[in-house]
């Protein structure tokens, strides 16, 4: 059975929490990055630890943005926890399978095998945010203005390899999938318009499931345009509150957010229980608001802090 998202959480009476959550876990368990993300049975012990750790709403896989450009050919680097980041970027981009790549289309049909009627989502790489981890976002912003249909080229040929990892995720059970674009932000309106929301239309129009949109930085100016994507939903950062991207976005629309992920990892939990509250009290009575982080918490975030988010959310009604 499928399932619809914006369904799925308006009956919730409480406000949902998803948030970006799963480095963390990483610590806890004595499992690394590396090791992680090419097991696919560390990885679904990761996921399934934060969510029967933390009791959020959603199993999720580990947000990745190296994983399309590693299949065009860049190279990963590694920490012991944190997320990978881009050794080294490539001049031609040319498709191939990874390991990494087959390891979380199987985590993914792990936790779907896990999940009875609890939604499973996945992350992808918008087609900006992939091509910038590709070749380097100098390069490709240079190329954009300078060589317009040389970017446009390079865009082409990671939205298909976007598309073809997007397609195995779904074919593997994802119940939604979220694309993390968040190099999109650096962009103007104009800009997004050229280089970013083509590219993302063209991906999301092929899924069969329902699409979220993660955008952290400064998003605001963009937030008109995100419903003409296709997707159902939008992950913002906390330079936007709730209440303010409400009245941009039609009430419908699917709205995640939007708490700090470094204001999580250094502050205390009592303030972190006040700073919930505001963060959510504008918005009560809004159907359309899924509690999250404005981006990844970061694998140093004391557990202590992430339930007091958690459980603070669960706490606050919607009416």
Do not use: W
């Not at 989502?121 to 981890?133: D, K, N, R, S, V």
């Not at 995100?226 to 009430?251: C, F, H, M, W």
């Amino acid at each position: 059975m499928q399932i619809i998202l914006r369904e799925h959480f308006k009956n919730f009476e409480r406000f949902p929490v998803v948030p970006i959550l799963g480095y963390p876990a990483l610590p806890a368990l004595k499992i690394t990055t590396q090791e992680c993300l090419h097991n696919f049975e560390k990885h679904f012990k990761v996921a399934k630890y934060v969510f029967q750790e933390y009791e959020i709403d959603s199993l999720l896989t580990l947000l990745d943005i190296t994983v399309e450009a590693e299949m065009l050919g860049a190279q990963v680097n590694y920490t012991t926890y944190d997320a990978p980041q881009i050794k080294k970027h490539v001049e031609e981009p040319k498709h191939m399978e990874t390991e990494k790549m087959k390891a979380y289309i199987k985590t993914v049909k792990k936790l779907k095998e896990f999940s009875k009627n609890l939604p499973v989502g996945a992350y992808i790489t918008g087609p900006f945010t992939a091509a910038g981890q590709t070749i380097g976002i100098e390069k490709l912003v240079k190329l954009y203005y300078m060589e317009p249909e040389s970017a446009k080229t390079i865009l082409e040929e990671v939205t298909q390899t976007v598309k073809d990892y997007a397609r195995e995720i779904e074919d593997a059970g994802a119940d939604y999938i979220i694309v993390a674009d968040p190099t999109s932000s650096l962009l103007s309106l104009e800009h997004f318009r050229r280089f970013s929301k083509p590219y993302l239309k063209d991906v999301i129009k092929e899924l069969e499931k329902e699409a979220i949109l993660h955008i952290c930085g400064k998003s605001k100016h963009l937030l008109q345009d995100v419903p003409e994507t296709g997707v159902v939903g939008i992950s913002i950062d906390q330079n936007i509150p709730l209440y303010e991207a409400s009245k941009v976005l039609r009430e419908d629309f699917l709205i995640f957010g939007n708490y700090s992920p470094a204001n999580l990892e250094r502050d205390e939990p009592n303030i972190i229980r006040e700073n919930v509250k505001i963060m959510l009290n504008p918005v009560k009575g809004m159907t359309n608001i899924v509690a999250s982080t404005g981006c990844d918490i970061p694998a140093k975030t004391p557990p202590e802090n992430i339930k007091a988010f958690v459980d603070t959310v669960k706490n606050i009604k919607r009416k």
